[in-house]
T-cell receptor
Framework: GENVEQHPSTLSVQEGDSAVIKCTYS??????FPWYKQELGKRPQLIID?????GEKKDQRIAVTLNKTAKHFSLHITETQPEDSAVYFC???????????FGKGTSLLVTP | GAVVSQHPSWVICKSGTSVKIECRSL??????MFWYRQFPKQSLMLMAT?????????EQGVEKDKFLINHASLTLSTLTVTSAHPEDSSFYIC??????????????????FGSGTQLSVL
């Protein structure tokens, strides 16, 4: 089955700096890679996603890159703000409506 | 956007009792729902996949007789934790497969998460 590895497990940055979270996956059949932000006790919120036919996608301060050959994808948050502090999960699946295999999560702390 | 309602949001029960968690898709039909479990400071782990009108498919290591899943309609799936024990205490969350456009296809369907249920077994 699919195995998604995520690093780092914790990340602390100063407000305004950039944050990068990296994930690798094992199953070459995976074609859909979403990123979720989860606050304590809340549901995961989809912040950005990318499909395997695209190498990069950007939405304001958030960008995701995908290297399908190397089986890794990354989340980039620029100009971080304290409200970006949360746990971020990467995930992989065959397609967007299928079961997700999640990474272990990255706890991001943005300090003012 | 598509809304998935999950109830209750939290429940405390005594060891040995059963707890039912409901997950409803409010504005779309969800032929497939996924149930996840999340222990504190850990990731979401898929427990089972339920398809409307058929038996659920359980992941390895998840006891189907302990975690009963029913998906009797296109808008409702339930997870019943039977004979709950303290080690079952966890955050349970459902997600439903749906399409914002109302027209389902492999590329325009996404997963919409319920709000989660925090279960504490004493």
């Amino acid at each position: 089955g699919e195995n998604v590895e995520q690093h780092p497990s914790t990340l602390s940055v100063q407000e305004g700096d950039s944050a990068v979270i990296k994930c690798t996956y094992s199953d070459s059949a995976s074609n859909y890679f979403p990123w979720y932000k989860q606050e304590l006790g809340k549901r995961p919120q989809l912040i950005i996603d990318i499909r395997s036919n695209v190498g990069e996608k950007k939405d304001q301060r958030i960008a995701v890159t995908l290297n399908k050959t190397a089986k890794h994808f990354s989340l980039h948050i620029t100009e971080t703000q304290p409200e970006d502090s949360a746990v971020y999960f990467c995930a992989a699946s065959i397609n967007s409506g299928y079961a997700l295999n999640f990474g272990k999560g990255t706890s991001l702390l943005v300090t003012p | 956007g598509a809304v998935v309602s999950q109830h209750p949001s939290w429940v405390i029960c005594k060891s040995g009792t059963s707890v039912k968690i409901e997950c409803r898709s409010l504005d779309f039909q969800a032929t497939t729902m996924f149930w996840y479990r999340q222990f504190p400071k850990q990731s979401l782990m898929l427990m089972a996949t339920s398809n409307e009108g058929s038996k659920a498919t359980y992941e390895q290591g998840v006891e189907k007789d302990k975690f009963l899943i029913n998906h009797a309609s296109l808008t409702l799936s339930t997870l019943t934790v039977t004979s709950a024990h303290p080690e079952d205490s966890s955050f349970y969350i459902c997600s439903a497969r749906g399409s914002l456009s109302g027209r389902s296809s492999p590329t325009n369907e996404k997963l919409f998460f319920g709000s989660g249920t925090q279960l504490s077994v004493l």
